[in-house]
């Protein structure tokens, strides 16, 4: 909706929102012409041609959806924003105000309909099962939650990002393979079994599938100190200048939950002017805050407040004098963590950002030359064909990559690459090495290691690639009786595990 209001679309027009060539968001006339997330671009455009498509701003979105937030705050206060375009508040209070579930969902649209927004509400029991009747515009009767869910497709286990772990799109695909195909099928695995099979967030999916909550609250009390609040001066009426402030206190709040050991799952920022006035949002993530995810935040909040967006009324009274930054839900910092391996959408852009930011932390911490990044090289074998190069450096390979290397190691290359000293015996035990006109000696049949020894199914080879002292250098592969494929390299006059084929 974000995007169809900056680009002034109808709210009837299918609109897509990709980020690396897939769909992550869509209106729902794209859903009713057969769009979905995850759809590659050209695939969406065939199902769907009058489908306008715009690229992922989560500043827009975020702007854009303030407005919003402050329209339902207005009517409950107590609201907290899970993700620019869903919110979440406690309904039965306003239940009981209001004369039941029904008048406070028709509240809420005809509220967020002043914004020029058309919105969806659901109701239930858990904040997962709301979330997915939302998407319906669906209310789930008390205690009905579990029934509600049984029928589901489990792909909606990861359908909405702002309550499950990146990782849980490979746990879906994989129940989908076991034949799980509905919530209730996988609510019905018994919990032990999924504890031992799966990993640590199946658990949590477990409990999100039988309708109980996915993530207890914090229970250990929060440190005063790790509140940060700021006196501003000059006062702050510039969005750049909120922006920029934004941007320091996330960076101190963060400093205080590494120093205190803990992550923050649940943050609550004020916004107070010179006369009083103030704005108070509460976000709520499925993974622990980043400084980035942080200041993101901020900006969206004070941006969307300053400029006064389309039917949020007027903005502040005056310059903002104070922010605050209260952590509301903290876990241990080993509780939760983001994936480095994607969402599952091949090029992930979140995904490459998180490795980054993650190798400059670890660079800040252990030393400039600590953290190295591989660069394509030339030469003849695997180690030959990699420089490694400090993060930040200009990535330039030792040797050109491009040039012709006679005996150079041929595709497919192995999966792992190793450097581990083994022997290979022929049949009555002796060792087998590589004679002055590049052939075995004897025919292998036995590899060992320090450990064990494996039994030789297949070879060939093996191929020289040059000399030394000791003799030739070759190389040669081999299948073990384990069904494991190796390249082996002779050199120096003994032989290594130079890599595993997968």
Request: aromatic share 4%.
């Given at each position: 909706m974000a995007a169809a209001a900056v680009a002034d679309l109808s709210p009837q027009q299918p609109i897509a929102v990709l980020a690396a060539n897939r769909v992550i968001a869509c209106s729902a006339s794209a859903r009713a012409a057969g769009i979905r997330r995850g759809m590659r671009k050209r695939q969406a455009q065939a199902a769907c041609p009058e489908m306008v498509v715009v690229t992922e701003d989560s500043h827009r979105d975020g702007r854009c959806f303030e407005p919003v937030v402050g329209a339902v705050a207005e009517l409950i206060p107590v609201t907290e924003v899970l993700r620019p375009g869903l919110v979440v508040v406690p309904v039965s209070g306003a239940a009981r105000f209001f004369g039941g579930e029904d008048p406070v969902a028709e509240k809420l649209i005809d509220a967020v309909s002043t914004c020029g927004v058309e919105s969806q509400v659901g109701v239930a029991d858990e904040l997962f099962t709301a979330v997915l009747a939302a998407r319906r515009g669906q209310i789930v009767p008390p205690g009905g939650d579990a029934a509600y869910l049984a029928g589901l497709p489990v792909a909606e286990l990861a359908i909405e990002p702002s309550v499950s772990d990146p990782s849980r799109i490979e746990l879906v695909d994989l129940l989908r393979r076991l034949g799980i195909t509905t919530i209730g099928a996988f609510a019905a695995v018994p919990v032990a079994d999924v504890a031992t099979r799966f990993s640590a967030d199946a658990v949590v999916a477990h409990r999100l599938a039988n309708a109980q909550p996915g993530r207890n609250p914090?229970?250990?009390?929060?440190?005063?100190?790790?509140?940060?609040?700021?006196?501003?001066?000059?006062?702050?009426?510039?969005?750049?200048?909120?922006?920029?402030?934004?941007?320091?206190?996330?960076?101190?709040?963060?400093?205080?939950?590494?120093?205190?050991?803990?992550?923050?799952?649940?943050?609550?920022v004020h916004a107070i002017t010179e006369r009083g006035q103030r704005n108070s949002r509460t976000w709520r993530c499925a993974q622990p805050l980043t400084p980035?995810?942080?200041?993101?935040?901020?900006?969206?909040?004070?941006?969307?407040?300053?400029?006064?967006?389309?039917?949020?009324?007027?903005?502040?009274?005056?310059?903002?004098?104070?922010?605050?930054?209260e952590p509301v839900e903290v876990v241990e910092a080993g509780t939760l963590q983001y994936s480095l391996s994607g969402n599952g959408l091949p090029e992930d852009p979140e995904c490459g950002e998180r490795a980054r930011r993650s190798l400059v932390r670890v660079q800040g911490l252990l030393g400039g030359d600590a953290v190295q990044v591989p660069v394509r090289s030339g030469g003849r074998g695997l180690a030959e064909q990699i420089t490694m190069v400090a993060l930040g450096d200009e990535l330039v390979p030792e040797r050109n990559p491009d040039a012709p290397w006679p005996g150079r190691l041929p595709d497919p290359t192995p999966a792992v690459v190793l450097d581990?000293?083994?022997?290979?015996?022929?049949?009555?035990?002796?060792?087998?090495?590589?004679?002055?006109?590049?052939?075995?000696?004897?025919?292998?049949?036995?590899?060992?290691?320090?450990?064990?020894?494996w039994e030789v199914r297949w070879w060939a080879g093996p191929w020289p690639s040059g000399t030394d002292r000791q003799g030739i250098t070759a190389r040669a592969q081999v299948l073990l009786d384990d069904s494991r494929a190796l390249l082996l390299c002779h050199r120096s006059g003994r032989w290594v595990v130079e890599g595993v084929y997968d």
């Open positions: 914090a229970g250990r009390r929060i440190p005063d100190d790790l509140e940060i609040e700021h006196m501003c001066d000059p006062p702050v009426d510039r969005i750049d200048a909120a922006a920029f402030l934004g941007r320091r206190l996330a960076d101190e709040l963060h400093r205080r939950l590494s120093d205190a050991a803990v992550a923050c799952t649940r943050l609550a980035e995810a942080t200041a993101d935040r901020i900006r969206w909040q004070l941006e969307g407040w300053l400029t006064g967006g389309r039917g949020a009324g007027p903005g502040p009274d005056s310059p903002v004098v104070t922010l605050r930054l581990t000293p083994v022997s290979v015996m022929d049949l009555t035990g002796e060792p087998v090495t590589v004679t002055g006109r590049g052939a075995f000696s004897t025919e292998p049949t036995t590899v060992r290691s320090e450990r064990r020894s």
